[in-house]
């Protein structure tokens, strides 16, 4: 079963710093600078539902890496 | 105050010494400069006999550089014991001075060897980056003169040894993260070929695009650039 987490939640669980977690994301193509990424983890900003999903993704592999479930929700199917 | 018969001025050295430290260095080549400023800090230090600068690399305490193998004898005993000027001068983060070792009563271990090697007094400078003492420039003497009259250039020592340290410290880093980078690009540049290739294929948006290899990476547990790199290269496989 599938837990889902918040953005924050699992980057902590991931273990990843923002730097970390933005080299991630801009390797999966996010277009968001590193400030405006932080502000989406931390829910300061809203993101697209496109980098939603980059961004989630970025998180979602490195649980992959950790042989661990996908928590991160998608905002599309 | 300088006098007329030394030969080499505490000016020229800080301008040797200043210009090292704009430099970006490797372990290896750090560990060479390290050489170099202990030889120059015994050539220029009144009263020092012996020099060596201690590192905490990987979570050790270990000798760097060194003049003189006998250093090695007064630095390991130290670490080994985890007792002794350098290694307080760590911990504490503070210049640990001891001009008369013979009426010492700390470090007893480290006492023995030292007065085996005519050592009789002893100088330990921090070596700090952001404030973090991450090693230590060690001046050992057979004189109990100690080395109160080169105050200032020990400290001169001391400072460049640390922004050369420091340097060495963002030359890992920033090497660590242009890999990084380098990777992240090459990834986003493989992902942009497989978009285009499935937007000219279905007809569809770049974001479907990015969709559709986003659930195949989800559902087959492969990353997202492999699946990118597997529609690329069976794309180059198509004939035109």
Redesign the interface.
């Known amino acids: 079963v599938h837990e889902l987490v918040g953005f924050e939640a699992a980057r902590q669980q991931a273990m990843l710093s923002f730097d970390d977690l933005w080299i991630r994301y801009l390797g999966l193509g996010g277009e968001a600078t590193h400030d405006e990424m932080r502000g989406y983890v931390e829910g300061t900003a809203r993101p697209s539902s496109h980098e939603h999903d980059v961004l989630a993704h970025a998180l979602n592999e490195r649980f992959m890496d950790m042989d661990m479930d996908s928590p991160v929700p998608y905002s599309r199917p | 105050m300088t006098t007329p018969d030394e030969t080499d001025n505490p000016e020229e050295i800080s301008t040797i010494l200043a210009r090292m430290g704009g430099v970006l260095l490797t372990e290896d080549t750090l560990d060479a400069v390290l050489d170099l400023i202990s030889s120059l800090a015994r050539s220029t230090i009144q009263g020092a006999d012996a020099v060596s600068v201690t590192l905490v690399r990987d979570g050790k305490i270990i000798t760097a550089a060194y003049t003189d193998d006998s250093v090695m004898q007064l630095d390991s005993v130290q670490y080994e014991n985890h007792s002794g000027p350098c290694v307080s001068a760590l911990d504490e983060g503070v210049v640990i001075d001891s001009k008369k070792l013979a009426e010492e009563t700390r470090w007893p271990e480290f006492r023995v060897v030292a007065r085996d090697n005519g050592i009789a007094a002893v100088r330990s400078s921090p070596l700090k980056v952001h404030d973090r003492a991450i090693g230590a420039l060690n001046l050992y003497s057979r004189s109990s003169r100690g080395f109160d009259e080169s105050h200032e250039i020990v400290e001169l020592f001391g400072n460049q040894a640390s922004i050369i340290l420091a340097n060495a410290e963002a030359y890992t880093s920033s090497e660590l993260?242009n890999e990084?980078?380098r990777?992240?690009?090459r990834?986003?540049e493989m992902?942009?070929q497989a978009?285009g290739i499935l937007m000219e294929r279905e007809g569809c948006s770049a974001?479907e695009a990015?969709?559709v290899l986003?659930r195949a990476?989800?559902n087959s547990?492969k990353?997202?650039?492999d699946i990118a790199k597997e529609v690329v290269s069976s794309a180059a496989r198509e004939p035109r």
């Open positions: 993260l990084q980078l990777e992240a690009l990834s986003r992902i942009g978009k974001d990015f969709d986003r990476s989800q547990n990353k997202l650039r």
